[in-house]
């Protein structure tokens, strides 16, 4: 199926491994224009130069100076921003009993800040052309908050309510607002995880690897491609009448509709 997104410019955060890598990559396929961003400049370059039509932007949106910087340098490379995908990196494990206010404070900074930021910059322009696509890479978290992953459900939380409510907002001027929501996909956060998690438990990472694919349907963990891909259908053309939706891509774990 040909997306329709050919020739127009992709922003993709967090671009230099794992989803957003998957995303970027699944983007270019389209022949989308895509800009690669990420705070390892080696890494955003080797992948643009693999990609159609790339180039890359590197920066950490943890900067405050990064989201503008990131949207001009984009603009000035290819032009306006029709495609913006949203990413950062997760917070560490822990907890929500172990929180506190700076807990709080850093998971809004990390997860919710510099998207709002990035969203700000591009949306205006998008709204005057009528045509826009915004998608976050999210979290299952969102639709069933994740044991021992407490920052990360609350930071993701936020921007789950932010971008819903900028949906109906935005949705008769063309321009769509989604997330997607990973499971148990083969990334190398995950692999820092099952890491985290034998070493709390005495066990093996094979041992508790194997054991969160036996409680997928699936009966496997999902391949970053496999998440990219449904990243840039909510990017296409005919996605135009898809908007405030969580698109839950995990194999069926999550046990709701």
């Given at each position: 199926?040909d997306?329709?997104?050919?020739?127009?410019?992709?922003l993709?955060?967090?671009?230099?491994?794992?989803?957003?890598?998957?995303s970027?990559?699944?983007?270019g396929a389209e022949?989308a224009?895509?800009?690669?961003g990420g705070r390892?400049?080696?890494?955003?370059?080797g992948i643009?130069?693999?990609?159609?039509?790339?180039?890359?932007a590197p920066?950490?949106?943890?900067?405050?100076?990064?989201?503008?910087?990131?949207v001009a340098?984009a603009?000035?490379?290819?032009?306006?921003?029709d495609?913006?995908?949203?990413n950062?990196?997760g917070?560490a494990?822990?907890?929500?009993a172990?929180?506190?206010g700076?807990?709080?404070t850093?998971?809004v900074?990390?997860l919710?800040?510099?998207?709002q930021?990035l969203v700000?910059l591009?949306?205006p322009?998008?709204?005057?052309?009528?045509?826009g696509?915004?998608?976050?890479?999210?979290s299952s978290?969102?639709?069933?908050?994740l044991?021992n992953l407490?920052?990360?459900?609350?930071g993701?939380w936020?921007?789950?309510?932010?971008?819903?409510t900028?949906a109906?907002?935005?949705?008769a001027?063309?321009?769509?607002?989604?997330?997607?929501?990973?499971?148990?996909?083969?990334t190398?956060r995950?692999?820092r995880?099952?890491?985290?998690r034998?070493?709390?438990?005495?066990?093996?990472?094979?041992e508790v690897s194997?054991?969160?694919?036996?409680?997928i349907p699936a009966r496997?963990?999902g391949?970053?491609s496999e998440?990219g891909a449904?990243?840039?259908?909510?990017c296409s053309?005919q996605?135009s009448y898809?908007?405030g939706v969580?698109l839950?891509?995990d194999?069926?774990?999550v046990n709701?509709l």
């Amino acid at each position: 199926m040909d997306l329709g997104i050919q020739g127009r410019v992709a922003l993709v955060c967090a671009a230099t491994s794992g989803l957003g890598e998957a995303s970027a990559r699944a983007l270019g396929a389209e022949r989308a224009r895509v800009v690669i961003g990420g705070r390892r400049a080696e890494l955003a370059a080797g992948i643009a130069a693999e990609l159609p039509e790339a180039a890359a932007a590197p920066g950490d949106l943890l900067d405050p100076a990064v989201p503008r910087r990131l949207v001009a340098t984009a603009e000035e490379m290819f032009g306006p921003i029709d495609i913006l995908v949203l990413n950062g990196p997760g917070p560490a494990p822990g907890t929500a009993a172990a929180m506190d206010g700076a807990a709080i404070t850093a998971a809004v900074d990390s997860l919710l800040r510099p998207q709002q930021e990035l969203v700000s910059l591009v949306l205006p322009g998008m709204r005057e052309r009528g045509w826009g696509r915004i998608v976050a890479i999210g979290s299952s978290g969102v639709a069933a908050p994740l044991p021992n992953l407490a920052s990360s459900n609350v930071g993701r939380w936020a921007l789950a309510a932010y971008l819903k409510t900028l949906a109906t907002e935005v949705a008769a001027d063309g321009v769509t607002v989604n997330m997607v929501l990973p499971g148990r996909i083969a990334t190398d956060r995950m692999a820092r995880l099952d890491a985290a998690r034998a070493e709390r438990e005495g066990r093996t990472v094979a041992e508790v690897s194997a054991e969160s694919a036996a409680a997928i349907p699936a009966r496997r963990h999902g391949h970053p491609s496999e998440f990219g891909a449904a990243v840039a259908f909510l990017c296409s053309a005919q996605a135009s009448y898809i908007t405030g939706v969580a698109l839950r891509v995990d194999g069926g774990l999550v046990n709701t509709l």
